[in-house]
């Protein structure tokens, strides 16, 4: 199993099995009530609870600052030490040794640094590679597969690549299993597409899409991070002069958020229930748009 996991097999299975049920649930194959059927007109607008993510990582972060100005730093300095010995020598009892580090308030980054530094010791980063063909197989309108995928083959004929973006997960939002599963269906319907580490931050990912040069960059919400890092990430994107470069949002994003990033300048946004290929459809057309300077 530790072999399966090396080379990512099992979660490449899981987002098989995802991105099929996401196409039967887009073709209405398989019912979610409110989402693909029986939807109302005039949905009630709902209370969200606002909560100020600037303010909340602000504090955090002079939290960790007070916890290192107070705890004993020659300890913490000791049992790191400790860390990177045991793992160069491969003896001891690491996990004992971690959790000594802890109690000495020694923050997670340090302890998995102690670690690091070591020679075989690489953090560990999961496949990016997607699947190819799954959802297209489980779509059941293939006309609209069709006109996605004649979209991208004119936009490859008339610009000399297809399109290409960027799927970015920011901040401490952990779930990337919605993003993989648009990164499948875009692939399947003709875009080049480039996965983005979890926890990126908007610098991360800016670097990636300018390094990659791509024409889109789609942020997956689904911790409520959107309203302070979509800003932050678009920010220093036009400050790099990359202003034809399009962004859009999916995931978990209340409709009362939606105008606060229209404002920051993301260019559409995708709430649940919306469909894969129609997404797909609406991105292509977006690039345009902004390549032409409309």
Known sequence: MTKAIENGMPK??????????QARIDSGEEVIVGVNKYTLKDPEPVDVRMIDNTKVRE?????????????????????LEALTTCAKEDKGNLLDLAIKAARLRATIEEITEALAIVDGWDRYFPTS???????SASYKDKEVLEKGRNLTAGFEKEHGRRPRILVAKMGQDGHDRGARVIATGFADLGFDVDVGPLFSTPEEV???AIDSDVHCIGVSSQAAGHRTLIPKLIQPLHKAGEKEMVVIAGGVIPPADYQLLYDAGCNAIFGPGTKVPEAAIQVVQEIQKKLKGK
């Open 12 to 21: 490449m299975r899981i987002e098989e099995v995802a991105a099929r049920r």
């Open 59 to 79: 504090q955090q972060i002079a939290g960790i600052n007070k916890a290192k100005a107070s705890r004993d730093k020659k300890k913490v300095k000791e049992a």
């Open 129 to 135: 590679a997607l699947i190819s063909g799954a959802y």
């Open 206 to 208: 800016v670097r990636q």
